[in-house]
């Protein structure tokens, strides 16, 4: 039953971005016009971001509130291409993972629900809590704009219209009908950059909890296989060990391939939007609600940094726990000849199975660090003041 959830939690993840299954269980290549929309949006929100930037270039408060909107925009970006040029790998891994579970099922050997359902509830509270956060971030910046528009003419004060994000667009969007059509606009990049951030990422924590729960399994079946038995039922025993081992580390691989993009953007930009958040945060101390929104912002990105980082921290951690699994079987009563075998799984589940791109490694290690270096960041700025 858990298992059943969490594959529905990943097709709908799909589903959301618009991406489905043809019948017959095949992925179309070709994308489609909803597709391509998806990706123009995000896309063609860049140049008014960065023409706000610049235009601010001599007002360091303005530019900094228009660059971490341009930069969160960007990851998006990042995530929305990288989605549609791995798009098969994506249900291809789903399918995957599926056949697993009915193998498992069949042999009688334990399908590690019991894991997937326990992991199952971490995954769906960090899901809603980012998923809130964005949704609550991005509903605040809809909002704020007319909110000050009816308590201005409220008042029956003069009042500039301002969109809901910071950005300048090739057109009079102060007076109608241009204002309209810029808030019209701005709310479908906003639904497509949430849509697609929350999904993506959904997608790749439920992967690395169903890894986590099949090397728990794995793990399981090592403790627990009687190394006494005959040499020949203890030969096909060990087959089935060291196969569903490999293809364990085939798709560690393959979703460390599929999110190395995603992983080098999510550490590269997170880590520039922090200084610019810090920023904000310090020269805004004075107003209560500026402080609120940008630490409502700084908690959504930092989530989302988490959600790679805890990911990562649990595949390596359970890869590893392979070794210490053969070791705490009866390995001992083994024939040499498998005793050998066990060896080598020894030494495989010894090697590092790290999520990550370049220098960045998706760990928790790495998150602490990033929140040091903003601690360190906040110190920097006062002391400059």
């Known amino acids: 039953m858990a298992h059943t959830r969490i594959f529905k939690l990943q097709e709908y993840c799909l589903r959301a971005m618009g991406h489905s299954q043809e019948p017959d269980g095949s992925v179309g290549g ?73 193998q498992s099922s069949e042999r009688n050997t334990g399908d590690g629900r019991g894991y997937v359902a326990e992991a199952n509830k971490v995954a769906s509270l960090l899901g809603r809590a980012y998923c809130f956060s964005c949704a609550a971030t991005g509903l605040y910046f809809m909002v704020s704009p007319i909110l000050k528009i009816i308590a201005n003419s409220w008042l029956g004060t003069t009042y500039v219209r301002e969109l809901p994000m910071p950005l300048r667009l090739p057109f009079n969007y102060v007076d109608s009908p241009g204002y309209e059509i810029g808030f019209v606009y701005i709310l479908l990049v906003t639904i497509v950059v949430v849509t697609y951030a929350s999904a993506v990422d959904g997608l790749f924590i439920s992967f690395a909890i169903n890894l986590r729960a099949h090397f728990q399994t794995l793990q399981r079946d090592i403790k ?143 998150f602490l660090a990033i929140c040091r270096a903003a601690l360190s960041f906040i110190t920097l700025i006062k002391s400059i003041e």
């Not at 960065?50 to 601010?56: E, G, M, P």
């Not at 089935?240 to 992983?263: C, N």
């Not at 009563?333 to 999520?355: N, V, Y």
């Open 224 to 366: 627990d296989t009687d190394f006494a038995l005959p040499e020949q039922e203890m030969q096909e025993a060990l087959t089935d060990v060291v196969d569903y081992h490999v293809r364990l580390l085939a798709l560690s691989k393959r979703l460390r391939v599929m999110y190395m993009p995603i992983v080098f953007g999510q550490f590269f930009i997170t880590s520039l939007q922090v200084g610019v958040i810090i920023y904000q945060l310090v020269t805004n101390m004075d107003s209560v609600m500026a402080l609120l929104v940008y630490l409502s912002f700084l908690g959504s990105i930092m989530l989302q940094l988490f959600i790679y980082c805890y990911g990562g921290e649990i595949i390596k951690v359970e890869s590893h726990r392979v070794d210490v699994a053969v070791q705490l079987s009866n390995w001992y009563q083994a024939s040499p000849k498998l005793r050998r075998s066990l060896a080598f799984i020894i030494q495989r589940a010894q090697r590092d199975l790290l999520i990550k791109a370049g220098f960045y490694e998706a760990s928790l290690g790495n």
């Open 30 to 102: 070709a994308l489609s016009l909803k597709h391509v929309v998806s990706l123009l949006f995000a896309a063609s929100a860049q140049y008014p971001l960065l023409h706000n930037v610049v235009y601010h270039r001599n007002n360091m408060e303005l530019a900094t509130a228009g660059l971490s909107v341009l930069l969160t925009n960007l990851l998006t970006l990042f995530k929305i291409a990288t989605f549609l040029v791995y798009k098969q790998d994506f249900w291809r891994m789903i399918r995957s993972f599926r056949r697993m579970h009915q």
